[in-house]
């Protein structure tokens, strides 16, 4: 009998069904069927670790700088010292790829901050207080959503300039509408619960009813909705690079990169393809995740095999 299997074999026996009971537990969870129902679902789930860790280090990727010119250099097939070749300056398009999904991420963060931000401000003042309120916010929310929300993020960047700053903010307040309407829905499903009846007998004021009650219980399909989000905001803010409006060079971004690209994409190719299949991948990652999010806060999926 090897010694692996001994220790095992003298474990106490409560630790072991304890440990049985965890598994049983977790793979009965809505967890574990929502990656059963969706096993592509693991590969968001990977896009999102390796995200994690480019943000956090990228020089374990690469060595070469993001925003350095050399143009002794350009347009160096993929190689592999330079595994996505080289652009029209002579950078390293590996480097700024990875370094681009830094950019796409904190603006990423920063629309969807300001977007649900907004969104639950007008959705849940217009749903609690009803009446007046309610139709004012409302009729405000169909003006804003009567344009698309590339066009009126094109327009605001176009009126606030170039720059990550005014990208960001022209794109989160083009994209608040949505999060208005679906707040305010779910608002309206739980203002009239028991527990919230209770807390307002109680002389629970209206902020405190709104934050620790209504929301808190109404909350997962905002999350569906937010995860499912970023890749849509990740193609907003490349399509505004793309067209000249957005990030300013030589912030590395991967609408910009594509665009730059484009016209030597008959010779050098890999200077638009490789920007262009991260950012699909980045999208599709984080649709497949949106997914995964959605069955897994179901709550009819408690139990089920």
């Known amino acids: 009998m090897s010694r ?8 106490p026996r409560s630790t072991l069904d304890e440990d049985k009971g965890l598994w049983q537990n977790f793979k009965q969870s809505r967890f574990a069927f929502a990656v059963r ?23 374990w990727f690469t060595s070469h700088s993001a925003t350095m ?14 595994p996505f070749g080289t652009d029209h300056m002579g950078i390293d398009i590996f480097t700024r790829v990875i370094y681009a999904a830094r950019t796409t991420i904190w603006v990423v ?11 639950f401000l007008v959705g849940s003042l217009a749903a609690y207080l009803g009446g007046r309120v309610d139709s004012i916010l409302m009729r405000m929310t169909d003006v804003w959503m009567a344009f698309p929300s590339l066009v009126l993020a094109i327009a605001l960047n176009a009126a606030l300039g170039r720059g990550l700053f005014q990208t960001m903010i022209a794109v989160g307040f083009s994209w608040w ?14 203002k009239n619960e028991e527990y919230v009846l209770a807390a307002r007998a109680l002389g629970a004021s209206h902020f405190r009813i709104v934050v620790r009650h209504i ?21 907003a803010t490349a399509g505004l690079s793309f067209l000249g409006l957005g990030i300013e060079p030589p912030t590395p971004e991967w609408g910009r990169m594509v665009a730059e690209g484009r016209d030597y ?13 991260a950012l699909f991948m980045f999208v599709v990652g984080f649709n497949l995740l949106g997914e995964l999010v959605r069955d897994w806060l179901d709550p009819s999926n408690v139990g089920r095999r």
């Open 37 to 59: 129902h969706n096993p592509l679902s693991i590969l968001g789930l990977a896009i999102l670790a390796l995200l994690i860790v480019i943000v956090l280090a990228p020089e």
């Open 177 to 190: 509408p949505s999060y208005a309407r679906l707040v305010r829905a779910q608002v309206l499903s739980v």
């Open 215 to 235: 929301i808190r219980n109404g909350f997962d399909p905002v999350i569906v909705n937010i995860t499912i989000d970023v890749g849509f905001v990740a193609l």
């Open 69 to 82: 010119l050399n143009l002794r250099t350009k347009f160096i097939s993929p190689s592999a010292e330079h």
């Open 4 to 11: 692996a299997t001994a220790s095992s074999d003298h474990r």
């Open 109 to 119: 963060f920063v629309v969807l901050s300001i977007a649900t931000s907004l969104g």
């Open 265 to 277: 994409l008959l010779d050098q190719w890999w200077a638009s393809t490789f920007p262009g299949l």
